[in-house]
């Protein structure tokens, strides 16, 4: 291990357990991220920190960069967040973070004008730094402080190879879209989650394991339909994300983008995020 990639492990493990170097280098990321935006502003560390194809949800998917650079230079309010649980994969070039952030007014009074959780996808560059792909998050009650808590590495599973012509993550995310509307959203999150699934809806804050989403998605009766457009998976094949258009019937009918991220289960793919963007 080098000199550089013990620091940021030995970093990331004094709020929590040790983690892998690639997943301590981008921890530390997300933590220089956030400092740059409560020091030097929102509109900076963005740009700093984003790739040139990063996308947004506004909810339509649009580039990011651009979206950034309409943003005035000193907005009204200071954004700070926290990395609290993430996961990177087996090559070391695709992971993601999420945990809550804390919008303040800059008056000079501190207010809170907002909190909720953040979800970042984050990519490995030729020159090996961390920039983020996408980035998209849900508005819920304050969760507590956001600092100091122990980062936690989301559960590791046993090392399967990809099988020679598996199906691809778009097909998984398809069919899942498939069983939701056939079977219902309890079933098909049953059955294609884990213990350490987590849902992201505006108004709560993350919703982990299947007894939480069991009781969360049981509580409504209103059928979704989803479609996905794009998805990218790591090099290794057991990290990936997809992301689509999705619509609840009744009324209001609501419509907007899903993002998604699946994991390599015992060789086969599992949900391990699941974040609505709602629109209209």
């Known amino acids: 291990m080098t000199r550089v990639a013990f620091a940021l492990a030995l970093g990331a493990a004094i709020l929590g357990q040790q983690l892998p170097p690639d997943l301590a280098s981008l921890v530390e990321t997300e933590r220089a991220f956030a400092k740059m935006s409560v020091d030097k502003g929102r509109r900076d560390a963005f740009l ?9 949800f506004t909810p339509d998917p649009v580039n990011a960069r651009r979206q950034i650079q309409t943003w005035p230079q000193a907005a009204p309010f200071r954004l700070d967040w926290e990395p609290h649980f993430g996961d990177i994969a087996r090559a070391g070039d695709l992971g993601y973070t999420t945990g809550p952030f804390i919008r ?4 000079g009074d501190g207010k809170v004008l907002g ?9 490995r560059q030729p020159d090996h730094t961390w920039k983020v792909a996408i980035d998209a998050g849900i508005l819920s ?14 559960p590791e599973d046993e090392a399967v190879p990809a099988r020679e012509g598996a199906t691809s993550l778009l097909d998984v995310d398809r069919t899942f879209c498939k069983a939701i509307a056939s079977a219902g959203l309890v079933s098909a999150f049953l059955t294609a989650g884990t213990d350490a ?6 108004g709560a804050t993350p919703i982990a394991g299947a007894a ?5 998605f049981a509580s409504g009766s209103r059928r979704m339909a989803c479609e996905p457009a794009r998805y ?11 992301y689509g258009k999705y619509s609840l019937e009744g009324s209001p009918r ?3 983008y899903y993002l998604r991220v699946w994991k390599q289960r015992a060789g086969q793919w599992k949900l391990a995020i699941d974040l609505i963007v709602a629109g209209s």
Request: zero cysteines.
């Open 141 to 154: 009650p304050s969760s507590g402080p956001l600092r100091p808590v122990p980062f936690t590495a989301a």
């Open 104 to 107: 303040t007014s800059v008056a």
């Open 48 to 56: 700093a920190f984003f790739s040139d194809d990063a996308i947004f």
């Open 254 to 256: 609501q419509s907007g």
């Open 232 to 242: 990218e998976t790591s090099r290794s094949a057991d990290l990936g994300y997809t």
């Open 197 to 202: 699934t987590r849902v992201y809806r505006d």
């Open 212 to 216: 939480a989403i069991r009781a969360y």
């Open 115 to 123: 909190t909720g959780w953040y979800f970042t996808v984050w990519k």
